[in-house]
Nanobody, 124 residues
Framework: QVQLVESGGGLVQPGGSLRLSCSASGFTLDWHVIGWFRQAPGKEREGVSCITNTDGSTYYADSVKGRFAISRDNAKNTVYLQMNVLKPEDTATYFC?????????????????WGQGTQVTVSS
């Protein structure tokens, strides 16, 4: 059974940093990407950053380029999202997800499995 368990969310002031972790287990599909999505109240879920299983290529949404960094530790089956210079508009529930489709990060409907989400709030 696929399990994606996120941790690391919380309340942070603007300009601060957080690191999200996603512990993954139970994969039975030949996944192509694993990554992070977010959803703010009243908005659609969007891809934030993904990393491929094949060559470690990464994708970042324009809104987070230069501020966020995705990485993975294959030995621990864990994916991280380092978030720096956080802004109030980064406030959202962040979800870890995995997909067999390489375009899932730009089209969340292609995601195969979702984690339960972790809340990130950026506020002074």
């Amino acid at each position: 059974q696929v399990q994606l368990v996120e941790s690391g969310g919380g309340l942070v002031q603007p300009g601060g940093s957080l690191r999200l972790s996603c512990s993954a287990s139970g994969f039975t599909l030949d996944w192509h990407v694993i990554g992070w999505f977010r959803q703010a109240p009243g908005k659609e879920r969007e891809g934030v950053s993904c990393i491929t299983n094949t060559d470690g290529s990464t994708y970042y949404a324009d809104s987070v380029k230069g501020r966020f960094a995705i990485s993975r530790d294959n030995a621990k089956n864990t994916v991280y999202l380092q978030m720096n210079v956080l802004k109030p508009e980064d406030t959202a529930t962040y979800f870890c997800a995995v997909s067999s489709d390489p375009f899932a990060c730009i089209k969340p409907s292609l995601v195969n499995y979702w984690g339960q989400g972790t809340q990130v709030t950026v506020s002074s």
